[in-house]
């Protein structure tokens, strides 16, 4: 039985990119993260990432932990600390979601990516690793890299903003995938067990 998450409560958000995002400039492609910093969550690998990419992509960090530092020393080493937003804990990510452009999981393992379902039913396409947990919720090549691999995540980023009518296309197939990862699935899927388990003698 999968984790679950409330499908409309990140469809239905909507947010000011100008009052949730005040430092990042109007016309900017926002990559959002939303992760604890811990190892496993690699946001190394997109801070790398924004070295190859144009300077009108930005990267907005949310969450907390023991990495949080080593992640902004990193930006301002390899200089791209203007370019990378780090928010903290927050208690609006519906909001946040809804106001960028694509979301990015880069872990190095994951049970299961509740992350990349809430960003799904946001409507954005979502960027993950491709390992196991994360492969299977958004499970599109298109937007699945190799993980670690920031040079194959920027080939990724890269062809959706280049190809016409991609964003919206994976967007959407993001959307629908996310019904299924709705938690009155999981509701209904606990409900079955407990059925068979009353009935077993």
């Not at 039985?1 to 909507?14: E, K, P, S």
């Not at 924004?50 to 907005?60: D, K, N, Q, S, Y």
């Not at 020393?73 to 200089?79: F, H, I, M, Q």
Request: charged residues 25%.
């Amino acid at each position: 039985i999968t984790n679950g998450i409330d499908v409309q409560r990140f469809r239905t958000a909507r947010g000011d990119r100008r009052e949730l995002l005040p430092h990042v400039p109007e016309g900017a492609f926002v990559l959002m993260q939303v992760a604890r910093f811990e190892q496993q969550k690699d946001q190394d690998c997109l801070i790398r990432a924004l070295t190859r990419l144009p300077e009108r992509f930005h990267a907005v960090f949310i969450g907390d932990g023991t990495r949080k530092n080593t992640c902004q020393e990193l930006a301002t080493k390899l200089g791209v600390a203007p370019r990378t937003h780090f928010l903290g804990l927050r208690t609006d990510v519906p909001r946040l979601l809804s106001v960028c452009d694509a979301a990015v999981l880069s872990s190095h393992w994951e049970g299961f990516g509740l992350a990349a379902a809430e960003a799904m039913a946001a409507g954005k396409p979502v960027f993950a690793s491709r390992v196991e947990g994360l492969a299977q919720v958004v499970a599109d090549d298109r937007l699945l890299f190799d993980a670690g691999k920031s040079e194959d995540l920027v080939k990724k980023i890269l062809t959706l903003c280049r190809s016409n009518g991609m964003a919206a296309e994976l967007g959407q197939l993001c959307s629908r995938r996310a019904e299924r990862f709705d938690i009155s699935h999981t509701a209904e899927a606990y409900l079955e067990l407990y059925k068979e388990v009353i009935k077993e003698p």
